[in-house]
């Protein structure tokens, strides 16, 4: 297991700003270095304790879905490496957690996907029946797959503060009526292949969260896609409805939080060994798995 980085120093390069998990700096000419580290961010506070090798699983994916989508959608990667922008020996060192991409302005809205009805759509459905004010079959159970696919987009809140879902009438309100059915349309093809394409290797994506941005007028895809941090993983094998199924992501981490007594107030608790331990395999087992 590699040592874990909780951030990055770069003092060749011009930080832009740090991020709960990544460290963004501006090369100054259209492009920025995206460096993943090992922070968990969860209940929107980072964590005192990194957890080892997560910043290249996160990277790892999302090089392997930009890849893979990029048939449905143009993306921000760019095809330079880092040793054309660094020292050697530096850029050996953060090659596997690093992204160079193109700069884009990002759209003020998360969009995400649920195939399944679990975690905060399963609180409002069993209130009113809907998810963000889509309605659904009466009678489901916790962790029922939907009879399709939906997007339920949420604001972008400032760091410290909570992601609230809306309507697609409210995205329609922040985006306009073009983007936002652009970006529902590619969340939902996205979703689509990303979910067949995991289901084949034993991983059931629940839910997931996508960025997308303006880059020369058109929509791209940005940030991450289909990793544990944006998406809600459940191994098939372990799958059924009635409970909150185990998971790949960082469920697990919110779960001992919780059970912890932690009021969800500063300062975030220190993460015992054998919980920094395990969700650090989960991460490395959803990689092997996704990517086989």
């Known amino acids: 297991m590699s040592t ?24 100054e000419d259209g492009d920025l ?9 969860a209940f929107d506070f980072v964590l005192p304790t990194p957890i080892p090798d997560k910043g290249r699983v996160l990277t790892a994916l999302s ?20 040793s054309d922008i660094l020292p050697a020996d ?12 193109r700069k884009a302005e990002a759209l003020q809205v998360e969009a995400v996907v649920r195939g399944y009805l679990v975690g905060s759509g399963w609180s409002e ?19 029922a797959k939907l009879p399709q696919a939906i997007f339920t987009p949420s604001t972008k809140a400032p760091q410290g503060e909570h992601d609230e879902n809306i309507s697609f009438a409210q995205a329609v309100d922040i985006l306009g009526r073009e983007r936002a059915e652009r970006v529902r349309e590619l ?14 290797r034993g991983i059931i994506v629940a839910d997931t969260k996508f960025e997308f941005g303006v880059l020369d ?10 990793t544990p941090d944006s998406s ?22 919110r779960d001992w939080l919780s059970e912890s007594g932690w009021n969800k107030q500063p300062p975030a608790p220190e993460l015992p060994a054998e919980v920094v331990a395990r969700t650090s395999e989960k991460y490395r087992e959803a990689l092997a798995q996704l990517t086989a």
């Open 4 to 27: 874990a980085m909780f951030e990055s120093s770069i003092p060749e390069l011009k930080l832009a700003f740090r991020g709960k998990v990544r460290d963004v700096y501006d090369l």
């Open 33 to 41: 270095l995206i460096v993943t580290s090992d922070r968990l961010s």
């Open 63 to 82: 090089r392997f879905w930009f890849e893979r989508t990029a048939g449905l959608v143009r993306n921000q990667m760019t095809e330079r490496r880092l």
């Open 90 to 101: 530096q850029a050996a060192e953060l090659e596997s957690r690093s992204l160079i991409v």
């Open 125 to 143: 459905y069993q209130r009113t029946g809907t998810v963000c004010g889509i309605e659904l079959p009466r009678g489901l159970e916790q962790a």
């Open 187 to 200: 969340s939902l093809q996205i979703y689509d292949l990303g979910a067949r394409w995991a289901e084949q």
């Open 217 to 226: 007028g058109e929509i791209i895809l940005i940030d991450e896609v289909l």
């Open 232 to 253: 809600r993983f459940w191994p098939k094998s372990e799958y059924r409805t009635g409970i909150s199924p185990p998971s790949f992501d960082k469920q697990y981490v």
